[in-house]
């Protein structure tokens, strides 16, 4: 079992900068690739950004891409999305996520959601406008 927990979601004006981190704990040894993902009300959820365990590959949504980083401390057992010149179409909830049974270096299909077994409770981001 792994347990995910997020932080740093907030209330922001259109433009703004936000950090979120997501820790891990319990079998943390057995997580490959990290991501998070967002849903907006009404909307389905998709893929922000994706990280393999080096961090040497990632994904990330179309619109996001030059303005959302993704990283991660395996030493800390963390990965964070650093968000900047946010937009209110970026307003949702933010889960982190963790693939644990792949085995693999790097997903087949990092973007979707049945690629990973843990998931958080996930973090509110809110953007004004």
């Known amino acids: 079992q792994v347990q995910l927990v997020e932080s740093g979601g907030d209330l922001v004006q259109d433009g703004d900068s936000l950090r979120l981190s997501c820790a891990a704990s319990?079998?943390?040894?057995?997580?490959?690739?990290m991501a998070w993902f967002r849903q907006a009300t009404g909307k389905e959820r998709e893929c922000v950004a994706a990280?393999?365990?080096?961090?040497?590959?990632?994904h990330y949504a179309d619109s996001v891409k030059g303005r959302f980083t993704i990283s991660r401390d395996n030493a800390k057992n963390t990965v964070s999305l650093q968000m900047n010149s946010l937009k209110p179409e970026d307003t949702a909830v933010y889960y982190c996520a963790v693939d644990t049974d792949s085995g693999r270096a790097w997903l087949a299909q990092p973007a979707a959601s049945y690629e990973y077994e843990y998931w958080g409770q996930g973090t509110q981001v809110t953007v004004s406008s």
């Open positions: 990280i393999n365990w080096s961090g040497g590959r990632t």
């Open positions: 319990g079998r943390t040894f057995s997580i490959y690739t």
